[in-house]
């Protein structure tokens, strides 16, 4: 479900390395599931999504895994780079009659130092 | 890839004045549009889907008299804040899908500052 906070957990890291976000969400009828990257003063940009009838898809130095049994969710970014830098979101779509709706988790913010 | 603009992206007014920001699609069709309003350091919370022909589906706690919702066009929704309010200042941002099942596109914000 919905998670709003006023503390951002965060996530430092060399230029070079790799990065693991994660996100955990709550609705156990979500069925399709996308990561956003927001960077400061624009909206969210689409990263990657997957659905609940796959565990892992790989994009461009990204690649998402989706464990239903424990909801949960995580980004990986290979080689981070400074452009980078920025607040990473989960959200979900429950499906059915919400169909289309996303709720987005709370956020993370990655920092990636040169 | 889609693209989603949104207009103005800056706004300065005074208390009591009403606020239009307007969000468009560019390269689709759009039935279903979403608004957002974001705090500073927090999560996106919907405020209201935007239906093309029909009325908003506001969310728990939106106030539809105050946010006013119009989605006229299938390239078109507007969000109008009526009477703005100190309390009304924020990041609004609107969003977009091409078709259902596919990740929904989003502009780039409207910053609301009311004094």
């Known amino acids: 479900g919905e998670s709003v906070g006023l503390h951002l957990p965060t996530l430092s890291v060399q230029e070079g390395d790799n990065s693991i976000i994660n996100c955990a969400y709550s609705n156990s009828a979500s069925d399709y599931f996308i990561w956003y990257k927001q960077e400061s003063g624009k909206g969210p940009q689409f990263i990657i999504d997957?659905?609940?009838?796959?565990d892992k898809r790989q994009g461009q130095r990204v690649t998402v895994l989706l464990n239903k049994t424990v909801k949960h969710l995580s980004l990986q970014i290979a080689a981070t780079q400074p452009g980078d830098s920025a607040v990473y979101f989960c959200?979900?779509?429950?499906?059915?009659?919400?169909?289309?709706?996303?709720?987005f988790g709370q956020g993370t913010i990655l920092t990636v130092h040169p | 890839g889609a693209v989603v603009s949104q207009h103005p992206s800056w706004v300065i007014c005074k208390s009591g004045t009403s606020v239009k920001i307007e969000c468009r699609s560019l390269?689709?069709?759009?039935?279903?549009m979403f608004w957002y309003r974001q705090f500073p350091k927090q999560s996106l919370m919907l405020m209201a889907t935007s239906n093309e022909g029909s009325k908003a589906t506001y969310e728990q706690g939106v106030e539809k008299d105050k946010f006013l919702i119009n989605h006229a066009s299938l390239t078109l929704s507007t969000l109008t804040v009526t009477s703005a309010h100190p309390e009304d200042s924020s990041f609004y941002i609107c969003?977009?899908?091409?078709?259902?099942?596919?990740?929904?596109?989003f502009g780039d914000g409207t910053r609301l500052s009311i004094l």
């Open positions: 390269d689709f069709q759009a039935t279903t």
């Open positions: 997957i659905r609940s009838n796959m």
């Open positions: 959200a979900e779509n429950a499906g059915g009659t919400s169909y289309g709706k996303l709720t």
């Open positions: 969003s977009a899908y091409r078709a259902v099942g596919q990740p929904q596109h």
